[in-house]
T-cell receptor, first 112, second 113 residues
Framework: DGGITQSPKYLFRKEGQNVTLSCEQNLNHDAMYWYRQDPGQGLRLIYYSQIVNDFQKGDIAEGYSVSREKKESFPLTVTSAQKNPTAFYLC???????????FGPGTRLTVL | AQSVTQLGSHVSVSEGALVLLRCNYSSSVPPYLFWYVQYPNQGLQLLLKYTSAATLVKGINGFEAEFKKSETSFHLTKPSAHMSDAAEYFCAVSGASSYKLIFGSGTRLLVRP
């Protein structure tokens, strides 16, 4: 089955540590996205990538970094510079402009 | 610029009653509009989308939405609520040449037995 996988489902991190969240898709989509979701709020865009080896900052990119070395993979690193990283992180992909996005199951990150 | 407003952070209905979730948008270009559903601790699932074809769009699970340009609205409805419809619903807007979706803040639907 085609889809998007995110791992791990739950992640715990100590303050001051970097952590990388995995996102893989086998839908052959060009575009991929990372969102952050906090309780009672909508989705906020962190980074997105339109094509391999290219990515753009979203609305809340500070304290995060990404790479897009392969079409199917778009990992997100939450750095120690992110002041409040505890949140639910969602990865998505789409075929391109104007098209719907397909979402992964999410990773819940908790900073201890 | 584009934006989405979802009126009502929580909506409560009885099982079997009409579901109406409101979404108003602002867009400087012809909008593409989407409704997504999210169950607890899961990702978002597409319910339906409007991309400038028929103004009444039918989606999965018995939901439908009507695009009204004069009212800049795209409200989501279902004639009869089921317990399994309890979830959070997000409206989103995009444009034909945009890679981004702009999401509303969501509406949590509660279904009473």
């Amino acid at each position: 089955d085609g889809g998007i996988t995110q791992s791990p489902k739950y992640l715990f991190r100590k303050e001051g540590q970097n952590v990388t969240l995995s996102c893989e898709q086998n839908l052959n989509h060009d575009a991929m996205y990372w969102y952050r979701q906090d309780p009672g709020q909508g989705l906020r865009l962190i980074y997105y990538s339109q094509i391999v080896n290219d990515f753009q900052k979203g609305d809340i990119a500070e304290g995060y970094s990404v790479s897009r070395e392969k079409k199917e993979s778009f990992p997100l690193t939450v750095t120690s510079a992110q002041k409040n990283p505890t949140a639910f992180y969602l990865c998505a992909s789409s075929t391109g402009q104007g098209n719907e996005q397909f979402f992964g199951p999410g990773t819940r990150l908790t900073v201890l | 610029a584009q934006s989405v407003t979802q009126l009502g952070s929580h909506v409560s209905v009885s099982e079997g009653a009409l579901v109406l979730l409101r979404c108003n948008y602002s867009s400087s270009v012809p909008p593409y509009l989407f409704w997504y559903v999210q169950y607890p601790n899961q990702g978002l699932q597409l319910l339906l989308k409007y991309t400038s074809a028929a103004t009444l769009v039918k989606g999965i699970n018995g939901f439908e939405a009507e695009f009204k340009k004069s009212e800049t609205s795209f409200h989501l409805t279902k004639p009869s609520a089921h317990m399994s419809d309890a979830a959070e619903y997000f409206c989103a807007v995009s444009g034909a040449s945009s890679y981004k979706l702009i999401f509303g803040s969501g509406t949590r639907l509660l279904v009473r037995p």
